[in-house]
């Protein structure tokens, strides 16, 4: 029992990024009917421009600033204008494939540009533990938790309470008649794309230094946002968040009691029997087919 | 015309395969080794175009079938078994697991039939990776034996590369008759409209599981070539990629099409040869040119040419119309 609390937390804040990503996953289905297989490199690829920022001599805090800056240029507006743009009134599947060929395209750039070798990546949370009603949990788990509850909280937010956010879940629920009461649809989907951009920025700042910067990591961190963003359900962004931190916690908790080489199988088995019994996802909408 | 456009194909079609028995005489041993995964390939990525192409339904799960009869026919044929009774067990595992794993195929349709296979797929990997008794884990299986077939040894790399070319023409020609035959149109019927099918008096739900079951046996026909062919196989071959991979395979090949997994194979194996000169592009060349061709051609390198020659084909016959208007005004 006694690591019981430390599993949690540790779960629930990989769990936090992965919602982050899923979110971002599930915005982008939502607006403009993209599966992104490239998410997982979405994620590595911000790190490594932090990292080159830094490289160049730039102090910490201007790296992140470039980072997110470029992640927002390349990974949203380049992403949208030149392979989703052209692509998207061909249906999903090419598009999807499109993105698989990205995913390859981007893990072989950093692989030749930057290195093959996992580098180390500095953390926004001070190192250390703190004590919780007399047990110690580490500083990172927590700070790593409160900055992704803030994002999805601050998301949540600007979608439910702002007027550009109402204008963004119109345009993503029903573009025809959005267009008709005058929501710029294009300029939300646009937005869209670079909210997907600043969360998968966000997320690579959060998780690299957990797991180290390496050009192949963007495949396990894709597949645990995709697989979040099903469980929890496809077309709500609540679903994306809830499943995000219940595959982190399965995740965590799998890995310690059930056994380590098969950790990664729990959220498989978790994903196929939410397919077969509630394929909306745990707080998703049925969606109708069309004859 | 038609009979002179036939011939013209049938002719085509001969001096493909002619060039595909002769130009590899005086191949060396990597060239060969590239050809025979070239066939092998493009086994896998017919019968994903079945299921795909044909029937509709995205699996991201072939790569896991190639694995199931690649241990299937490591395991067997080191233990002394011959290839064929491998052969036998891989086609029926990957039919029967095909089967059962079209069954969420029945309740969802699309993106979330794909993440089911996909998550098969990973599950496969982690038994391949994690049974050690079974699969030796990650050390792998070493070793394999080739087989002899008719009484020749294909151990050398010419002989065995005749075994996958002789395996995917016969897998060809079975396929040619499958698509023609009523399953085909029941296939066809089941991808362009479900419910229209239904309604038509089609079983949905049997063709279906059908469609997927014999697209994963294709998968197991590949994997117990592949075994013999690379003589050692660990997991790593078989992850998430691969399968992926066969999917770009037949999209970027043209999916429906029957030829569309020789050319995607072609791609897929051979660019990435031809572009080695670049050394650590080329992947990312590779990426970049699939992007491009699915902008241009969502349907593929085969629709391009489905594209010109319907193009042409409405030229010439506005261009008969034409000549049989004028000729008409012409006569009074």
Same mark, same amino acid.
């Given at each position: 029992?006694?690591?019981?609390?430390?599993?949690?937390?540790?779960?629930?804040?990989?769990?936090?990024?992965?919602?982050?990503?899923?979110?971002?996953?599930?915005?982008?289905?939502?607006?403009?009917?993209?599966?992104?297989?490239?998410?997982? !490199?979405?994620?590595?690829?911000?790190?490594?421009?932090?990292?080159?920022?830094?490289?160049?001599?730039?102090?910490?805090?201007?790296? /992140?600033?470039?980072?997110?800056?470029?992640?927002?240029?390349?990974?949203?507006?380049?992403?949208? #204008?030149?392979?989703?743009?052209?692509?998207?009134?061909?249906?999903?599947?090419?598009?999807?494939?499109?993105?698989?060929?990205?995913?390859?395209?981007?893990?072989?750039?950093?692989?030749?540009?930057?290195?093959?070798?996992?580098?180390?990546?500095?953390?926004? $949370?001070?190192?250390?533990? $703190?004590?919780?009603?007399?047990?110690?949990?580490?500083?990172?788990?927590?700070?790593?938790?409160?900055?992704?509850?803030?994002?999805?909280?601050?998301?949540?937010?600007?979608?439910?309470?702002?007027?550009?956010?109402?204008?963004?879940?119109?345009?993503?629920?029903?573009?025809?008649?959005?267009?008709?009461?005058?929501?710029?649809? !294009?300029? #939300?989907?646009?937005?869209?794309?670079?909210?997907?951009?600043?969360?998968?920025?966000?997320?690579?700042?959060?998780?690299?230094? /957990?797991?180290?910067?390496?050009?192949?990591?963007?495949?396990?961190?894709?597949?645990?946002?995709?697989?979040?963003? /099903?469980?929890?359900?496809?077309?709500?962004?609540?679903?994306?968040?809830?499943?995000?931190?219940?595959?982190?916690?399965?995740?965590?908790?799998?890995?310690?009691?059930?056994?380590?080489?098969?950790?990664?199988?729990?959220?498989?088995?978790?994903?196929?029997?939410?397919?077969?019994?509630?394929?909306?996802?745990?707080?998703?909408?049925? !969606?109708?087919?069309?004859? | 015309?038609?009979?002179?456009?036939?011939?013209?194909?049938?002719?085509?079609?001969?001096? @493909?395969?002619?060039?595909?028995?002769?130009?590899?005489?005086?191949?060396?041993?990597?060239?060969?080794?590239?050809?025979?995964?070239?066939?092998?390939?493009?086994?896998?990525?017919?019968?994903?175009?079945?299921?795909?192409?044909?029937?509709? +339904?995205?699996?991201?799960? +072939?790569?896991?079938?190639?694995?199931?009869?690649?241990?299937?026919?490591?395991?067997?044929?080191?233990?002394?078994?011959?290839?064929?009774?491998?052969?036998?067990?891989?086609?029926?595992?990957?039919?029967?697991?095909?089967?059962?794993?079209?069954?969420?195929?029945?309740?969802? +349709?699309?993106?979330?039939?794909?993440?089911?296979?996909?998550?098969?797929?990973?599950?496969?990997?982690?038994?391949?990776?994690?049974?050690?008794?079974?699969?030796?884990?990650?050390?792998?299986?070493?070793?394999?034996?080739?087989?002899?077939?008719?009484?020749?040894?294909?151990?050398?790399?010419?002989?065995?590369?005749?075994?996958?070319?002789?395996?995917?023409?016969? @897998?060809?020609?079975?396929?040619?008759?499958?698509?023609?035959?009523?399953?085909?149109?029941?296939?066809?019927?089941?991808?362009?409209?479900?419910?229209?099918?239904?309604?038509?008096?089609?079983?949905?739900?049997?063709?279906?599981?059908?469609?997927?079951?014999?697209?994963?046996?294709?998968?197991?026909?590949?994997?117990?070539?592949?075994?013999?062919?690379?003589?050692?196989?660990?997991?790593?071959?078989?992850?998430?990629?691969?399968?992926?991979?066969?999917?770009?395979?037949?999209?970027?090949?043209?999916?429906?099409?029957?030829?569309?997994?020789?050319?995607?194979?072609?791609?897929?194996?051979?660019?990435?040869?031809?572009?080695?000169?670049?050394?650590?592009?080329?992947?990312?060349?590779?990426?970049?040119?699939?992007?491009?061709?699915?902008?241009?051609?969502?349907?593929?390198?085969?629709?391009?040419?489905?594209?010109?020659?319907?193009?042409?084909?409405?030229?010439?016959?506005?261009?008969?119309?034409?000549?049989?208007?004028?000729?008409?005004?012409?006569?009074?």
């Amino acid at each position: 029992m006694s690591n019981l609390l430390d599993l949690l937390v540790a779960g629930l804040a990989t769990g936090a990024i992965y919602a982050i990503v899923a979110v971002g996953f599930t915005l982008l289905w939502q607006t403009s009917q993209t599966i992104n297989f490239a998410q997982g !490199e979405f994620v590595m690829l911000p790190a490594f421009l932090m990292l080159a920022a830094m490289h160049a001599g730039a102090p910490f805090w201007l790296a /992140i600033l470039i980072g997110i800056l470029l992640s927002l240029v390349l990974l949203g507006l380049g992403f949208k #204008m030149l392979l989703v743009d052209p692509m998207l009134r061909h249906g999903v599947l090419p598009l999807a494939i499109a993105t698989m060929a990205l995913a390859i395209g981007i893990r072989e750039a950093v692989k030749q540009f930057f290195s093959a070798e996992a580098s180390p990546f500095p953390s926004v $949370v001070p190192a250390g533990d $703190v004590a919780i009603f007399g047990r110690m949990v580490s500083l990172q788990s927590l700070g790593v938790l409160a900055l992704a509850i803030l994002a999805v909280v601050g998301l949540t937010a600007f979608l439910n309470r702002t007027s550009i956010g109402h204008q963004m879940q119109a345009a993503a629920q029903n573009p025809t008649v959005a267009r008709i009461i005058g929501v710029p649809v !294009e300029r #939300m989907i646009l937005l869209t794309f670079l909210i997907n951009a600043f969360l998968v920025a966000l997320a690579s700042l959060l998780i690299t230094p /957990i797991y180290l910067a390496k050009f192949s990591s963007g495949e396990v961190l894709g597949q645990a946002a995709f697989i979040a963003a /099903i469980v929890g359900g496809f077309n709500q962004v609540r679903g994306a968040i809830a499943g995000g931190l219940l595959i982190g916690v399965v995740d965590n908790l799998a890995a310690a009691y059930v056994s380590t080489q098969y950790r990664a199988a729990v959220p498989l088995i978790l994903l196929i029997v939410i397919i077969l019994f509630r394929p909306q996802g745990i707080l998703g909408r049925a !969606e109708e087919r069309t004859v | 015309m038609k009979a002179l456009r036939k011939y013209r194909r049938l002719a085509l079609g001969a001096l @493909v395969i002619a060039g595909l028995i002769v130009v590899p005489l005086n191949f060396n041993r990597y060239g060969l080794f590239i050809l025979s995964q070239w066939a092998v390939m493009t086994i896998a990525a017919m019968g994903l175009n079945l299921t795909l192409g044909y029937a509709g +339904q995205v699996s991201l799960a +072939q790569g896991a079938f190639v694995g199931i009869g690649a241990y299937a026919a490591a395991i067997m044929t080191t233990q002394g078994m011959p290839l064929m009774a491998a052969l036998g067990v891989a086609v029926v595992l990957c039919f029967a697991i095909g089967w059962l794993l079209g069954y969420p195929a029945l309740r969802v +349709q699309h993106h979330y039939l794909a993440f089911v296979t996909l998550a098969f797929s990973t599950l496969a990997f982690l038994v391949f990776r994690n049974e050690d008794w079974l699969t030796k884990g990650i050390y792998g299986i070493s070793n394999i034996p080739r087989p002899t077939v008719f009484g020749v040894a294909t151990n050398r790399p010419l002989p065995f590369y005749y075994l996958c070319l002789g395996s995917l023409g016969l @897998v060809s020609v079975a396929m040619w008759w499958l698509i023609r035959s009523p399953w085909g149109r029941a296939f066809l019927a089941l991808r362009e409209n479900p419910i229209r099918a239904l309604s038509l008096g089609i079983d949905t739900r049997r063709y279906t599981l059908m469609a997927f079951a014999i697209g994963s046996a294709l998968g197991g026909i590949a994997g117990t070539l592949y075994a013999p062919l690379t003589q050692y196989i660990d997991p790593v071959p078989f992850n998430l990629s691969l399968s992926l991979d066969l999917l770009m395979m037949v999209i970027v090949g043209g999916a429906g099409f029957f030829f569309g997994p020789f050319l995607g194979a072609m791609i897929a194996v051979l660019l990435p040869e031809w572009l080695r000169f670049t050394e650590g592009y080329y992947l990312m060349l590779y990426a970049a040119a699939v992007i491009g061709l699915l902008i241009y051609s969502p349907s593929g390198i085969l629709g391009i040419l489905d594209r010109v020659l319907a193009e042409r084909r409405s030229k010439a016959a506005s261009a008969l119309r034409a000549v049989a208007k004028s000729g008409f005004e012409a006569a009074p």
